[in-house]
């Protein structure tokens, strides 16, 4: 054994609680104080640590930009409630101001500089706060300028008592680190910790303290333990490695001995073995050379074992570190949901009796004497028959951990729980590997819980869509701590275990491309959880997943029900619950308890009735429910009521219920009319009139088109049309001009189909035979860049000419081969005929009134542009599924700002030059030129734009509010909504119903007119 496997287990620190408050201000309302960066990464990145159990093991509230009396009120809150043997840390990054008297002043978000006796936090108003608490250890850290100001103002010296001396045990006293003297600048920005996206840096000094607790560099005398001292030494010397304009300072007041700040992960070790590397790894990019021996990296389990009996790499680092923020991510989430409080609704499950949704289940459970995918996890016995049968949340987790295909379904129906039972095993998964130790539990993949949202397996694999979701909801996985490509590393050596929501919200096309993809390519474990008759549609369309184990979630039994609801009260319960609760045991197979048979149903009641108990007794009332759907229909109608309604009972500002109600009552109400259930936003402009959108595009181009008059016929510029240069003659001109391509934009918009491609049952698309809409583009065009040149006749005729060929060669390009990507192909890129349908016209055009060169050039420029236009509006050769709403509204704003450019270029082109202009003026006009026609021809062929005036116009009737988008996508997170491929739907259809009926008797309230 080598000198480097000598590794001491990490102590464990002094007892008692530890708390901290963390505090940082980036945005400031006063001019005179810059907007800074680094305190939010510092915050979230220094909670992070803090909060770890295995480094700093403190309970942290962070503060984002709180005003300077919230702040006030906080720090004296947080440090009046603390016990004699408790830690207390309290960290301040922002901007520090110093006034004439010498004093420093935090400055908080409303700091007023001129002001800051009266809206700034003193330091000796916070050094008396400290003083007066009764923790017996306490730790300042401030990271703003002149930092040290503090310390001059304390009763200590600066750098005269180090921390570090004296007894191994707790320490004691009020212990300050700053991150720079009295008169000096705290700098933002360490270089070590950037990113390749552009997000912002820690500051130097806070970027020291992360790097040296989170990678225990700063345990330089190799105890497990870091000491206040020792982080300070770690820092400063990070900060000077780093800025020589920046001094770090320490003081101890009234204090003796250590106080112990955190532990070192990775840790103790003798001193005679540790690698000389090691005190440098916080300072230094990860890499060769900067760890004892980079682990191979062949594949799952392999590079386990080989650090299994050494200390831990920044890559278990970033997995643990990746484990906490998913513990801390879903705790939040199940805490939200109430999924613990007042009492859990039980989960319950067995395996599926459902016929043809998964193969045996001797093909999940693996034989150990044959090769298998996966072994059971550490401290978990291997799935049999038996313990896959049935359970709960501990049987579900003992499946997933110990099933040797690491292939699970979960399947449910409407309400039943699925995405709260995807929280509850994610949790048991990461309690079981907390509990676990280092040998083990780099052993054990970080379980994550993601919605398909936004995965297109058709263009993505599996492995690249998950290590770029990882790297994009935890920045810290992207730093030189780990290794930039941490996330990937996770991915590709299983260090990762996915659970997958939302699978039922996928068009029919992409489930199955889904599987395919888990079948084919997955290395780590998988979870899936759907909606039962979308997975056997599924299956029956592309075959079960090989060696998944298919399990359903069974109803809430009645004693179940009753418990929970015993919970939610008061004891004794007030007398509608215990006639609930009552009723639920003597008819156990009525309607109401057929009802509250689902985690939805009893949360409906728990929320709806909490603060009225009286409106039990509707529940109650003889003969009002013959049906158990009549009673989801009452529990749903108070769903909207309590999803806009805060958890202090009161109603916020904006999405109050009564509107909200009444816009959802609306659409509900529309799909009901139309016998849909599927709201698709590009579709929405068949709901209101289109004369009134087709007359505000016209009047938006006039004044568009007049307003460029003004700036073209001005004396300044001298732009000439039919030798004519003045004012009265170009508004009026292209103010016309504007209305005529206005209202024809309008047309275009509305009496288009609602893509250029059609659209099947399943969501997907299939491309047409001819694109009239790009055909129209087109003609719109060349129509009156020709006809300005030469006359109108002509230029009409070119129009037709190039519209129409346009429109044909617009379409798929045959004879590819499959897979041929979007730019793979000249074929596709570039429309040489529909090119050359409009460059000729033009270029003809321009030889007639100015000269063969000037035709030449404008004729090629013409047919660059409109044959790149019409390449890009080709479909892919092969059928393509849109994801969800949110990504289909990006894709087709994409889509129309490109098909917009050609058009915009090409009548840029035209009408600059031929307004004899020289000098700087000849490109001002062609770019402002070409930007109107460019936005027109975009809000011409672009379904988002148009669904945007539909919102406007129905929002006048308060039918929808104005940001219509942003509404849906809200009441998809309440969920209220679900999406299934690019459209929205009622997440239950008895409550689509419901409103809907609502609606109408609401138009026959209404008087008459």
């Not at 920044?314 to 409080?341: E, F, G, I, N, V």
């Not at 993949?445 to 949202?453: A, G, H, N, T, W």
């Not at 297109?456 to 909801?473: G, Y």
């Not at 997907?764 to 020709?786: C, K, Q, S, Y």
């Given at each position: 054994?080598?000198?480097?496997?000598?590794?001491?287990?990490?102590?464990?620190?002094?007892?008692?609680?530890?708390?901290a408050l963390v505090v940082g201000t980036t945005a400031y309302?006063?001019?005179?104080?810059?907007?800074?960066?680094?305190?939010?990464?510092?915050?979230?990145?220094?909670?992070?640590?803090?909060?770890?159990?295995?480094?700093?093991?403190?309970?942290?509230?962070?503060?984002?930009?709180?005003?300077?009396?919230?702040?006030?009120?906080?720090?004296?809150?947080?440090?009046?409630?603390?016990?004699?043997?408790?830690?207390?840390?309290?960290?301040?990054?922002?901007?520090?101001?110093?006034?004439?008297?010498?004093?420093?002043?935090?400055?908080?978000?409303?700091?007023?500089?001129?002001?800051?006796?009266?809206?700034?936090?003193?330091?000796?108003?916070?050094?008396?706060?400290?003083?007066?608490?009764?923790?017996?250890?306490?730790?300042?850290?401030?990271?703003?300028?002149?930092?040290?100001?503090?310390?001059?103002?304390?009763?200590?010296?600066?750098?005269?008592?180090?921390?570090?001396?004296?007894?191994?045990?707790?320490?004691?006293?009020?212990?300050?680190?700053?991150?720079?003297?009295?008169?000096?600048?705290?700098?933002?920005?360490?270089?070590?910790?950037?990113?390749?996206?552009?997000?912002?840096?820690?500051?130097?000094?806070?970027?020291?303290?992360?790097?040296?607790?989170?990678?225990?560099?700063?345990?330089?005398?190799?105890?497990?333990?870091?000491?206040?001292?020792?982080?300070?030494?770690?820092?400063?010397?990070?900060?000077?490695?780093?800025?020589?304009?920046?001094?770090?300072?320490?003081?101890?007041?009234?204090?003796?001995?250590?106080?112990?700040?955190?532990?070192?992960?990775?840790?103790?070790?003798?001193?005679?073995?540790?690698?000389?590397?090691?005190?440098?790894?916080?300072?230094?990019?990860?890499?060769?050379?900067?760890?004892?021996?980079?682990?191979?990296?062949?594949?799952?389990?392999?590079?386990?074992?080989?650090?299994?009996?050494?200390?831990?790499?920044?890559?278990?680092?970033?997995?643990?570190?990746?484990?906490?923020?998913?513990?801390?991510?879903?705790?939040?989430?199940?805490?939200?949901?109430?999924?613990?409080?007042?009492?859990?609704?039980?989960?319950?499950?067995?395996?599926?009796?459902?016929?043809?949704?998964?193969?045996?289940?001797?093909?999940?459970?693996?034989?150990?004497?044959?090769?298998?995918?996966?072994?059971?996890?550490?401290?978990?016995?291997?799935?049999?028959?038996?313990?896959?049968?049935?359970?709960?949340?501990?049987?579900?987790?003992?499946?997933?951990?110990?099933?040797?295909?690491?292939?699970?379904?979960?399947?449910?129906?409407?309400?039943?729980?699925?995405?709260?039972?995807?929280?509850?095993?994610?949790?048991?998964?990461?309690?079981?590997?907390?509990?676990?130790?280092?040998?083990?539990?780099?052993?054990?993949?970080?379980?994550?819980?993601?919605?398909?949202?936004?995965?297109?397996?058709?263009?993505?694999?599996?492995?690249?869509?998950?290590?770029?979701?990882?790297?994009?909801?935890?920045?810290?996985?992207?730093?030189?701590?780990?290794?930039?490509?941490?996330?990937?590393?996770?991915?590709?050596?299983?260090?990762?275990?996915?659970?997958?929501?939302?699978?039922?919200?996928?068009?029919?096309?992409?489930?199955?491309?889904?599987?395919?993809?888990?079948?084919?390519?997955?290395?780590?474990?998988?979870?899936?959880?759907?909606?039962?008759?979308?997975?056997?549609?599924?299956?029956?369309?592309?075959?079960?997943?090989?060696?998944?184990?298919?399990?359903?979630?069974?109803?809430?039994?009645?004693?179940?029900?009753?418990?929970?609801?015993?919970?939610?009260?008061?004891?004794?319960?007030?007398?509608?619950?215990?006639?609930?609760?009552?009723?639920?045991?003597?008819?156990?197979?009525?309607?109401?308890?057929?009802?509250?048979d689902s985690p939805l149903t009893l949360t409906l009641v728990?929320?709806?009735?909490?603060?009225?108990?009286?409106?039990?007794?509707?529940?109650?009332?003889?003969?009002?429910?013959?049906?158990?759907?009549?009673?989801?229909?009452?529990?749903?109608?108070?769903?909207?009521?309590?999803?806009?309604?805060?958890?202090?009972?009161?109603?916020?500002?904006?999405?109050?219920?009564?509107?909200?109600?009444?816009?959802?009552?609306?659409?509900?109400?529309?799909?009901?009319?139309?016998?849909?259930?599927?709201?698709?936003?590009?579709?929405?402009?068949?709901?209101?009139?289109?004369?009134?959108?087709?007359?505000?595009?016209?009047?938006?181009?006039?004044?568009?088109?007049?307003?460029?008059?003004?700036?073209?016929?001005?004396?300044?510029?001298?732009?000439?049309?039919?030798?004519?240069?003045?004012?009265?003659?170009?508004?009026?001109?292209?103010?016309?001009?504007?209305?005529?391509?206005?209202?024809?934009?309008?047309?275009?918009?509305?009496?288009?189909?609602?893509?250029?491609?059609?659209?099947?049952?399943?969501?997907?698309?299939?491309?047409?035979?001819?694109?009239?809409?790009?055909?129209?583009?087109?003609?719109?065009?060349?129509?009156?860049?020709?006809?300005?040149?030469?006359?109108?006749?002509?230029?009409?005729?070119?129009?037709?000419?190039?519209?129409?060929?346009?429109?044909?060669?617009?379409?798929?390009?045959?004879?590819?081969?499959?897979?041929?990507?979007?730019?793979?192909?000249?074929?596709?890129?570039?429309?040489?005929?529909?090119?050359?349908?409009?460059?000729?016209?033009?270029?003809?055009?321009?030889?007639?009134?100015?000269?063969?060169?000037?035709?030449?050039?404008?004729?090629?420029?013409?047919?660059?542009?409109?044959?790149?236009?019409?390449?890009?509006?080709?479909?892919?050769?092969?059928?393509?599924?849109?994801?969800?709403?949110?990504?289909?509204?990006?894709?087709?704003?994409?889509?129309?700002?490109?098909?917009?450019?050609?058009?915009?270029?090409?009548?840029?082109?035209?009408?600059?030059?031929?307004?004899?202009?020289?000098?700087?003026?000849?490109?001002?006009?062609?770019?402002?030129?070409?930007?109107?026609?460019?936005?027109?021809?975009?809000?011409?062929?672009?379904?988002?734009?148009?669904?945007?005036?539909?919102?406007?116009?129905?929002?006048?009737?308060?039918?929808?509010?104005?940001?219509?988008?942003?509404?849906?996508?809200?009441?998809?997170?309440?969920?209220?909504?679900?999406?299934?491929?690019p459209v929205y739907q009622f997440r239950h259809a008895l409550?689509?119903?419901?409103?809907?009926?609502?609606?109408?008797?609401?138009?026959?309230?209404?008087?008459?007119?």
């Amino acid at each position: 054994m080598s000198g480097f496997d000598a590794t001491i287990p990490t102590p464990e620190l002094p007892s008692g609680p530890r708390s901290a408050l963390v505090v940082g201000t980036t945005a400031y309302q006063d001019p005179a104080l810059p907007p800074l960066q680094s305190p939010a990464v510092d915050v979230r990145e220094l909670t992070s640590v803090l909060a770890d159990p295995r480094i700093g093991g403190f309970r942290v509230k962070s503060l984002d930009d709180p005003p300077v009396q919230e702040l006030r009120e906080r720090l004296e809150n947080f440090l009046h409630d603390r016990e004699p043997q408790e830690l207390v840390l309290v960290y301040l990054s922002g901007h520090g101001v110093r006034d004439l008297r010498g004093r420093l002043f935090y400055a908080a978000k409303d700091t007023r500089k001129n002001r800051l006796a009266s809206t700034g936090v003193e330091d000796e108003w916070l050094r008396r706060l400290l003083q007066e608490c009764r923790s017996r250890q306490k730790v300042l850290i401030l990271d703003c300028c002149f930092s040290g100001a503090f310390i001059s103002g304390a009763k200590a010296g600066v750098d005269e008592l180090p921390l570090g001396l004296g007894a191994a045990d707790a320490g004691r006293g009020l212990a300050i680190l700053t991150a720079s003297r009295a008169g000096e600048y705290a700098f933002e920005g360490d270089s070590s910790a950037a990113v390749d996206d552009g997000s912002a840096l820690p500051s130097v000094f806070t970027a020291g303290l992360v790097h040296g607790l989170a990678t225990g560099a700063a345990d330089t005398d190799h105890d497990g333990l870091v000491s206040v001292d020792d982080a300070y030494e770690h820092a400063r010397g990070h900060v000077q490695d780093r800025n020589g304009e920046q001094n770090p300072q320490r003081s101890l007041i009234s204090g003796e001995g250590r106080i112990w700040l955190a532990r070192n992960p990775f840790g103790g070790r003798g001193a005679s073995t540790l690698p000389p590397e090691r005190a440098r790894i916080g300072l230094q990019p990860s890499g060769p050379g900067t760890w004892v021996q980079p682990p191979p990296a062949p594949g799952p389990g392999i590079a386990v074992a080989a650090r299994a009996d050494g200390p831990q790499s920044p890559l278990d680092l970033a997995a643990d570190r990746l484990a906490a923020a998913m513990s801390l991510q879903r705790t939040k989430t199940a805490t939200q949901r109430l999924l613990y409080s007042p009492a859990p609704i039980p989960v319950r499950w067995r395996r599926s009796v459902a016929r043809g949704v998964a193969v045996p289940i001797a093909a999940a459970l693996g034989d150990a004497r044959r090769a298998t995918r996966f072994e059971p996890l550490p401290g978990v016995t291997a799935a049999d028959a038996t313990s896959s049968a049935a359970g709960g949340i501990p049987e579900l987790f003992a499946v997933y951990a110990g099933l040797r295909s690491g292939r699970v379904i979960v399947l449910g129906g409407p309400g039943r729980g699925k995405s709260d039972t995807a929280t509850l095993t994610v949790l048991e998964a990461l309690k079981h590997r907390a509990a676990l130790d280092v040998a083990d539990r780099v052993r054990v993949p970080v379980p994550v819980l993601l919605s398909v949202e936004g995965w297109d397996p058709a263009r993505q694999r599996l492995s690249d869509w998950l290590a770029v979701r990882l790297a994009a909801d935890h920045r810290f996985l992207r730093s030189n701590v780990y290794g930039r490509d941490a996330a990937v590393r996770l991915v590709e050596e299983g260090r990762i275990a996915l659970f997958l929501d939302g699978f039922d919200e996928l068009t029919l096309g992409l489930r199955t491309a889904v599987l395919h993809q888990i079948d084919q390519y997955a290395t780590h474990r998988v979870m899936i959880f759907s909606r039962t008759e979308h997975y056997e549609e599924t299956v029956r369309a592309c075959g079960p997943l090989n060696g998944a184990a298919a399990l359903e979630l069974l109803p809430v039994t009645r004693d179940d029900a009753a418990a929970f609801l015993a919970h939610c009260q008061v004891e004794p319960a007030p007398e509608p619950w215990h006639r609930l609760i009552v009723h639920l045991g003597a008819e156990p197979d009525g309607p109401l308890a057929n009802a509250l048979d689902s985690p939805l149903t009893l949360t409906l009641v728990r929320d709806g009735f909490r603060q009225d108990p009286a409106g039990v007794q509707e529940l109650l009332e003889p003969g009002r429910f013959a049906t158990r759907d009549e009673i989801v229909a009452h529990l749903l109608d108070r769903l909207v009521d309590i999803t806009y309604r805060d958890v202090s009972g009161k109603v916020p500002s904006t999405d109050q219920p009564e509107p909200a109600r009444r816009w959802l009552c609306y659409l509900a109400a529309g799909l009901d009319d139309r016998r849909s259930s599927a709201l698709d936003w590009r579709l929405l402009h068949q709901w209101a009139p289109r004369l009134p959108r087709i007359a505000a595009f016209g009047a938006l181009g006039m004044l568009a088109a007049a307003l460029c008059g003004v700036a073209l016929f001005n004396p300044a510029v001298h732009y000439r049309v039919h030798g004519r240069n003045d004012l009265a003659f170009g508004v009026p001109y292209l103010g016309l001009l504007g209305l005529l391509f206005g209202l024809a934009a309008g047309a275009v918009n509305e009496f288009r189909a609602s893509s250029e491609r059609r659209f099947t049952p399943s969501g997907e698309t299939r491309p047409r035979r001819t694109n009239p809409t790009i055909g129209l583009v087109v003609g719109l065009a060349v129509t009156p860049t020709v006809a300005n040149l030469s006359n109108y006749w002509f230029g009409l005729l070119a129009g037709l000419a190039a519209g129409g060929t346009a429109a044909v060669t617009a379409v798929p390009v045959r004879g590819l081969p499959n897979g041929t990507g979007w730019w793979a192909s000249l074929r596709v890129r570039f429309a040489l005929v529909a090119g050359g349908a409009a460059g000729l016209p033009v270029g003809l055009a321009f030889w007639y009134e100015r000269s063969l060169a000037d035709g030449l050039w404008a004729g090629c420029v013409s047919t660059l542009a409109i044959g790149l236009l019409v390449g890009a509006t080709r479909p892919s050769p092969r059928a393509r599924s849109l994801i969800d709403p949110a990504t289909a509204w990006r894709e087709d704003l994409r889509r129309a700002a490109v098909l917009a450019v050609g058009p915009g270029l090409c009548l840029g082109l035209a009408w600059g030059f031929d307004g004899n202009l020289d000098g700087l003026r000849l490109p001002a006009v062609v770019l402002g030129i070409a930007l109107l026609v460019s936005l027109a021809c975009m809000a011409a062929v672009s379904d988002s734009c148009r669904t945007t005036l539909v919102f406007l116009q129905l929002s006048r009737r308060g039918l929808l509010p104005a940001r219509g988008m942003r509404f849906l996508a809200k009441a998809y997170r309440h969920r209220l909504l679900r999406a299934e491929g690019p459209v929205y739907q009622f997440r239950h259809a008895l409550l689509q119903k419901k409103l809907a009926q609502e609606w109408r008797e609401s138009l026959r309230l209404l008087p008459r007119q």
